[in-house]
């Protein structure tokens, strides 16, 4: 079993930047692939971004793509999301979670999520 929590959510001006982590627990980390979600008041969740055990392969959302970037660090246990070029329709809450697959969009643990708010 893991554990995840998220961490470097806040409030960033249209066109800023975050990087979000997301820290697990247990000797583990590395069997799983991992993704972050976010989910939009009123809206269901969605898929951002996944990554590979291994990093090797990262697969993400159309409405992301060149502006998130999801990377990992197996030695820390820690998935980050690195998110430019913000915009409004960003503002959800972003979750972390693991996996089988990084092709899957079922995962096995979630994190409880950590707020971005984009203003405009």
């Known amino acids: 079993q893991v554990q995840l929590v998220e961490s470097g959510g806040g409030l960033v001006q249209a066109g800023g930047s975050l990087r979000l982590s997301c820290a697990a627990s247990?000797?583990?980390?590395?069997?799983?692939?991992m993704g972050w979600f976010r989910q939009a008041p009123g809206k269901e969740r969605e898929f951002v971004a996944a990554?590979?055990?291994?990093?090797?392969?990262?697969t993400y959302a159309d409405v992301v793509k060149g502006r998130f970037t999801i990377s990992r660090d197996n030695a820390k246990n820690t998935v980050y999301l690195q998110v430019n070029s913000l915009k409004p329709e960003d503002t959800a809450a972003y979750y972390c979670?693991?996996?089988?697959?990084?092709?899957?969009?079922?995962?096995?643990?979630w994190g409880q999520g950590t707020q971005v708010t984009v203003s405009s």
């Open positions: 979670a693991a996996g089988d697959s990084v092709y899957s969009r079922e995962y096995d643990y």
């Open positions: 247990g000797r583990t980390f590395s069997r799983y692939a």
């Open positions: 990554i590979s055990r291994s990093g090797a392969i990262t």
